[in-house]
């Protein structure tokens, strides 16, 4: 990467999309894309995917195009997808079920490794062939398993606390679901997500029509 360059939020963001289509393309037997055409495919321009990948070194050819196999490991190595990263979920309702159980996680690189609820009759079921522990055991198990990143799908009133329970238990990732801001230390990296922001977009653009 070019040391004196901030690479911006929306780049970062943008090279997840560049690494699952570049994937797709891989997989359709494609040794070498241009921009145009993985601009295409994404839905952003040739020129905005030349910017993003020179912020991180010289990729591609000129004239040529970009060796897929090649861009996957990059991309991949710049999102720190080359190595294994050890994941647990809190909180096993209709959201940590789904979550558990996607399977395109651990083609990326994560591993569900651990799993925790409240409730006494979740704990001890098997979940995504993880097994269910009870919150309680949260740190030590955490600890045990080398948790990376922790997915909180509790409900909005349980996030903090599960939250400092993750950071107490030396989790460093978390990516949050309830509708609630979180505090964590400067050392914490903290996504939330809100799902109802697309939704409310849509609905924004619906009712002008
Ligand atoms: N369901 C959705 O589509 C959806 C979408 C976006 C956001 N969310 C948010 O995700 C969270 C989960 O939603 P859901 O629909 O799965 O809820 P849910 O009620 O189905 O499941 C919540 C689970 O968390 C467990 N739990 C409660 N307190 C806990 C604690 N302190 N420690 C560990 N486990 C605890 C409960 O036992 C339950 O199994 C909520 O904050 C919700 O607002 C849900």
């Given at each position: 990467?070019?040391?004196?360059?901030v690479i911006s939020k929306a780049?970062?963001?943008?090279?997840?999309?560049?690494?699952?289509?570049?994937?797709?393309?891989?997989?359709?037997?494609?040794?070498?894309?241009?921009?145009?055409?993985?601009?295409?495919?994404?839905?952003?321009?040739?020129?905005?995917?030349?910017?993003d990948l020179a912020s991180f070194?010289?990729?591609?050819?000129?004239?040529?195009?970009?060796?897929?196999?090649?861009?996957?490991?990059?991309?991949?190595?710049?999102?720190?997808?080359?190595?294994?990263?050890?994941?647990?979920?809190?909180?096993?309702?209709?959201?940590?079920?789904?979550?558990?159980?996607?399977?395109?996680?651990?083609?990326?690189?994560?591993?569900?490794?651990?799993?925790?609820?409240?409730?006494?009759?979740?704990?001890?079921?098997?979940?995504g062939g993880v097994e269910i522990?009870?919150?309680?055991?949260?740190?030590?198990?955490?600890?045990?398993?080398?948790?990376?990143?922790?997915?909180?799908?509790?409900?909005?009133?349980?996030?903090?606390?599960?939250?400092?329970?993750?950071?107490?238990?030396?989790?460093?990732?978390?990516?949050?679901?309830?509708?609630?801001?979180?505090?964590?230390?400067?050392?914490?990296?903290?996504?939330?997500?809100?799902?109802?922001?697309?939704?409310?977009?849509?609905?924004?653009?619906?009712?002008?029509?």
């Amino acid at each position: 990467m070019k040391e004196h360059i901030v690479i911006s939020k929306a780049t970062i963001d943008r090279l997840p999309l560049y690494f699952r289509t570049l994937r797709l393309v891989q997989q359709e037997g494609t040794e070498i894309i241009s921009s145009e055409e993985l601009g295409r495919r994404i839905g952003v321009t040739p020129e905005q995917i030349r910017k993003d990948l020179a912020s991180f070194g010289e990729f591609g050819k000129k004239g040529v195009g970009y060796f897929v196999r090649e861009l996957i490991r990059n991309i991949g190595e710049i999102l720190g997808l080359h190595r294994n990263w050890n994941i647990a979920i809190v909180g096993v309702g209709h959201l940590g079920w789904a979550l558990a159980n996607y399977k395109n996680f651990a083609s990326l690189g994560f591993n569900l490794a651990a799993v925790f609820d409240v409730d006494p009759a979740k704990v001890g079921q098997l979940i995504g062939g993880v097994e269910i522990y009870s919150i309680d055991r949260l740190e030590e198990v955490a600890r045990e398993r080398n948790i990376h990143i922790g997915v909180i799908t509790v409900p909005a009133e349980s996030a903090q606390e599960v939250a400092d329970k993750l950071v107490a238990a030396g989790v460093r990732g978390i990516w949050n679901f309830a509708p609630i801001k979180l505090n964590v230390a400067d050392n914490v990296r903290l996504v939330s997500e809100d799902l109802s922001v697309g939704l409310s977009s849509i609905s924004y653009y619906l009712s002008r029509q």
